[in-house]
T-cell receptor
Framework: DAGITQSPRHKVTETGTPVTLRCHQT?????MYWYRQDPGHGLRLIHY???????DKGEVSDGYSVSRSKTEDFLLTLESATSSQTSVYFC?????????FGPGTRLTVL | DQQVKQNSPSLSVQEGRISILNCDYT??????FLWYKKYPAEGPTFLIS???IKDKNEDGRFTVFLNKSAKHLSLHIVPSQPGDSAVYFC????????????WGAGTKLIIKP
């Protein structure tokens, strides 16, 4: 167990509202990642962080922002949720080459 | 443009037999490859990996083979057990990419009793 939690685990929201997902780790790892998983696409990287206040964009970053003010917390914000952002979101931490994942957040945007 | 491809969306195998999952990649800069297993409503879990300096890595019932000239890797599970039923993802990374992983779309493995 890599000590990664995500909150909330499920959320239903309406189009146009802001949403923040939280990832918390107890492992003190430098690298953290946010992915979304959709059928037929595997996992796609949204944003990642390589240290406190150090973040960079991934493959599908449009409409998302992130913040990392502490080593243990990595927040993903949907600035104005759209139905295309309905997905399962996973947070991961990196231990050298391997990544370890949280349990996921299922987000539904109506 | 998919850099990592898993061309079989699903695979059905008899319990006790060998399961072979395949993965192809296009980026010759990839130098580390991983397999993950995912159950419904859970995050992916790391299974096994291989560096590009090797062509085989074994861990218990799981073996990964890498053919760099063909840009192909495979995961062998012997013998297959009911608990192996899951979605398997192949992923790849290259040095100096901040450990970013590029993922295949996954193969759903079903082990029949």
């Amino acid at each position: 167990d890599a000590g990664i939690t995500q909150s909330p685990r499920h959320k239903v929201t309406e189009t146009g509202t802001p949403v923040t997902l939280r990832c918390h780790q107890t492992e003190n790892h430098r690298y953290m990642y946010w992915y979304r998983q959709d059928p037929g696409h595997g996992l796609r990287l949204i944003h990642y962080s390589y240290g406190v206040k150090d973040t960079d964009k991934g493959e599908v970053s449009d409409g998302y922002s992130v913040s990392r003010s502490k080593t243990e917390d990595f927040l993903l914000t949907l600035e104005s949720a759209t139905s295309s952002q309905t997905s399962v979101y996973f947070c991961a931490i990196s231990q050298i080459n391997e990544q370890f994942f949280g349990p996921g957040t299922r987000l539904t945007v109506l | 443009d998919q850099q990592v491809k898993q061309n079989s969306p699903s695979l059905s195998v008899q319990e006790g037999r060998i399961s072979i999952l395949n993965c192809d990649y296009t980026n010759s800069m990839f130098d580390y490859f991983l397999w993950y297993k995912k159950y419904p409503a859970e995050g992916p879990t790391f299974l096994i990996s291989i560096s590009s300096i090797k062509d085989k890595n074994e861990d218990g019932r799981f073996t990964v083979f890498l053919n760099k000239s063909a840009k192909h890797l495979s995961l062998h599970i012997v013998p297959s057990q009911p608990g192996d039923s899951a979605v398997y993802f192949c992923a790849a990374s290259e040095t100096d990419s901040n450990y970013q992983l590029i993922w295949g779309a996954g193969t759903k493995l079903i082990i029949k009793p």
